[in-house]
């Protein structure tokens, strides 16, 4: 039951697991809440009314009301055509670069969320990016490989995209071979001291706005300033008709840097390692996404849930699949992502999948999915 998915499948999958050592546990998130079992094998849906029920808080009371904000321009020639990033290319990155997660701020907590009604979602404004963030408050769920590869897909069919890494561990920018220790300037600089986005681009398989370790401080430096909240998006606004998507790697936390992520955003995509299947992690998010839309934000919606890391050998994948469907109905993606040792080996050399081995089926499975993003449009 529940089978609503969108298109067609992708074919199945063949490639033998990597047996690949995920940094789930590495990555510190104390939200992360699997309901599977020791063995991992049993999955517990939750109620399905906890799905169902809406009392968003709201965020601290805006400064001023969205419209009546101008988009902050920085002092900078107006409309470059993709000025060429002047980040040069460099040494590949040290491997053991990475952080605790950051939670600077508590996550927000909220009451359960209703799907957001189709008639009370804002239009995007033409002429302008799609801002796709890429989110779940669990970590070692291919957040950052999905936005690489996806980001990757669209600009291989054609389309401008930057990426832009807002995880202090800086995973995306060393996926890129850039190595976040030694970047200059980063998006700490350009959320905290409000320097135009365009310094911290660099130019790679696509553009991308580097991470590097002071963004660990970000939240706490952010968190007395005005419009706190706002200040990714005001920060985009410079750029956001210079590409046609741009795709935000995010902590995994909801805190004040993902809460940047989802107010600058049209579209969530939500990858979720179906081994650890979580709902309870999932319901979070939604009440998030939904105090976003109601105080922040009423364009952000869910794109879709992603599957990853799937063994699809295993009857516990299968299970898993069905419950985010009877769950999420046709918020589940019709392409699932295969586990393949490709997504380890590719980052190592600095770039995606789509590059490492373009004919393979760990690129193909990301190139099935632009297709479906694409296809959606702005529905
Ligand atoms: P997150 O950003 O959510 O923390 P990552 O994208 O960093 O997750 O992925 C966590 C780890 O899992 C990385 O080492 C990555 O290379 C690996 N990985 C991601 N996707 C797959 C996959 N489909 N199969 C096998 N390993 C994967
Ligand atoms: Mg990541």
Same mark, same amino acid.
Request: net charge negative; hydrophobic share 40%; proline share 10%.
């Given at each position: 039951?529940?089978?609503?998915?969108?298109?067609?499948?992708?074919?199945?999958?063949?490639?033998? +697991?990597?047996?690949?050592?995920?940094?789930?546990?590495?990555?510190?998130?104390?939200?992360?809440?699997?309901?599977?079992?020791?063995?991992?094998?049993?999955?517990?849906? $939750? $109620?399905?009314?906890?799905? @169902?029920?809406?009392?968003?808080?709201?965020? @601290?009371?805006?400064?001023?009301?969205?419209?009546?904000?101008?988009?902050?321009?920085?002092?900078?020639? #107006?409309?470059?055509?993709?000025?060429?990033?002047?980040?040069?290319?460099?040494?590949?990155?040290?491997? /053991?670069?990475?952080?605790?997660?950051?939670?600077?701020?508590? +996550?927000?907590?909220?009451? /359960?969320?209703?799907?957001?009604?189709?008639? #009370?979602?804002?239009?995007?404004?033409?002429?302008?990016?799609?801002?796709?963030?890429?989110?779940?408050?669990?970590?070692?769920?291919?957040?950052?490989?999905?936005?690489?590869?996806?980001?990757? #897909?669209?600009?291989?069919?054609?389309?401008?995209?930057?990426?832009?890494?807002?995880? $202090?561990?800086?995973?995306?920018?060393?996926?890129?071979?850039?190595? +976040?220790?030694?970047?200059?300037?980063?998006?700490?600089?350009?959320?905290?001291?409000?320097?135009? &986005? !365009?310094?911290? &681009?660099?130019?790679?398989?696509?553009?991308?706005?580097?991470?590097?370790?002071?963004?660990?401080?970000? %939240?706490?430096?952010?968190?007395?300033?005005?419009?706190?909240?706002?200040?990714?998006?005001?920060?985009?606004?410079?750029?956001?008709?210079?590409?046609?998507?741009?795709?935000?790697?995010?902590?995994?936390?909801?805190?004040?840097?993902?809460?940047? /992520?989802?107010?600058?955003?049209?579209?969530?995509?939500?990858?979720?390692?179906? @081994?650890?299947?979580?709902?309870?992690?999932?319901?979070?998010?939604?009440?998030?996404?939904?105090?976003?839309? %109601?105080?922040?934000?009423?364009?952000?919606?869910?794109?879709?849930?992603?599957?990853?890391?799937?063994?699809?050998?295993?009857?516990?994948?299968?299970?898993?699949?069905? &419950?985010?469907?009877?769950?999420?109905?046709?918020?589940?993606?019709?392409? !699932?992502?295969?586990?393949?040792?490709?997504?380890?080996?590719?980052?190592?050399?600095?770039?995606?999948?789509?590059?490492?081995?373009?004919?393979?089926?760990?690129?193909? /499975?990301? !190139?099935?999915?632009?297709?479906?993003?694409?296809?959606?449009?702005?529905?």
């Amino acid at each position: 039951m529940g089978l609503f998915n969108r298109g067609s499948r992708p074919e199945p999958p063949s490639e033998r +697991p990597d047996g690949h050592d995920n940094d789930w546990a590495a990555n510190g998130n104390g939200a992360a809440n699997p309901l599977g079992d020791a063995d991992g094998r049993k999955l517990v849906a $939750p $109620p399905a009314e906890a799905l @169902e029920r809406a009392e968003p808080t709201p965020l @601290e009371p805006e400064p001023a009301p969205r419209e009546a904000e101008p988009a902050r321009q920085e002092p900078e020639p #107006a409309r470059a055509p993709s000025p060429p990033p002047a980040n040069p290319p460099q040494p590949e990155p040290d491997d /053991a670069a990475r952080l605790t997660a950051q939670q600077a701020l508590a +996550p927000l907590r909220q009451q /359960a969320a209703p799907r957001p009604q189709a008639s #009370a979602i804002a239009e995007e404004p033409e002429g302008r990016a799609q801002i796709i963030s890429f989110a779940n408050q669990k970590g070692g769920v291919a957040k950052t490989t999905t936005t690489l590869n996806l980001a990757v #897909a669209f600009a291989e069919s054609g389309h401008r995209v930057l990426a832009v890494d807002l995880d $202090p561990q800086g995973n995306l920018t060393m996926s890129q071979g850039i190595d +976040p220790d030694r970047v200059e300037k980063s998006m700490y600089d350009v959320l905290v001291h409000h320097i135009p &986005i !365009r310094e911290v &681009i660099h130019d790679r398989e696509i553009d991308i706005a580097v991470a590097s370790i002071d963004l660990a401080g970000a %939240e706490i430096a952010m968190s007395t300033q005005i419009g706190r909240e706002r200040s990714l998006e005001k920060a985009l606004a410079a750029v956001v008709e210079d590409y046609d998507f741009v795709c935000i790697d995010t902590p995994p936390s909801l805190g004040l840097l993902t809460v940047n /992520a989802l107010t600058a955003s049209d579209k969530v995509i939500v990858p979720v390692q179906c @081994e650890y299947l979580s709902m309870r992690g999932l319901v979070q998010l939604q009440n998030t996404l939904q105090m976003i839309r %109601e105080n922040l934000n009423p364009r952000v919606r869910i794109e879709g849930i992603l599957p990853t890391m799937l063994d699809s050998r295993t009857i516990h994948a299968k299970e898993a699949v069905e &419950i985010l469907e009877e769950n999420f109905g046709d918020r589940v993606f019709a392409s !699932r992502i295969n586990k393949t040792v490709r997504f380890a080996e590719a980052p190592v050399k600095g770039m995606s999948v789509l590059k490492y081995d373009p004919d393979g089926k760990a690129a193909y /499975a990301y !190139r099935q999915l632009a297709k479906e993003v694409l296809a959606n449009g702005n529905r």
